[in-house]
């Protein structure tokens, strides 16, 4: 039989555990987080994490959380100073100005090995506290995804011992949806505001 070509042939796990434990040490000392619903991740199988976005701390924080491997779209000008290191930790470039099918393909054929995505449906971070508009693309990428698609709300301050949660969801259903991305952003909606807040209705920046 022959060998499955690995999606992500770059990657590196032994590079990708070392960063998880450094920023697992660095969340510990640096920052008060609590975490919710890590048992709503599947142990095994494909997951999307669709996350809100607030700080470029997100990313190595969410993958540090859990045990299984995350791999995480990053805007692709990263790649240019850190282009050895994000692909051994994983992580894939997406050009968030356009409609980036390559990156959703890329995505895909990870989802189909059975890996972790993260992806950030608002594409870029989000000032002020509130949430984002999905960007175009990523309704693309959730309605086909194939596995679990899991809304994971990250709210807080990462400022050096700030306080910041992490909420992570049930997986949201979305046979019949017409608007995945909107429903997972509702979805991230209700975990990132608190009760009294969604009495008027989601409060999010309907035109980022």
Known sequence: MPKTQDPMPAYRPPIYRLFQLTVRFGLKVFWRVRVEGLENVPATGPVLLCVNHISAVDPPAVGA??????????????????????????AFPVNRDVRDASAVRQALRLLRAGRVIGLFPE??????????QPRPGSGSLISHAGGAVIPVAVRGSWRLFGRVEMRFGTPVDLSGSQDPAGDVMRAIARLYYRPEQLQHGLPWAESD
């Open 65 to 90: 959380v859990l045990e299984r491997h995350v791999h995480f779209m990053a805007k692709q000008e990263l790649f240019s100073y850190l282009g050895w290191l994000l692909p051994a930790i994983g």
């Open 123 to 132: 594409g870029h971070r989000q000032r002020g506290g509130r949430l984002g």
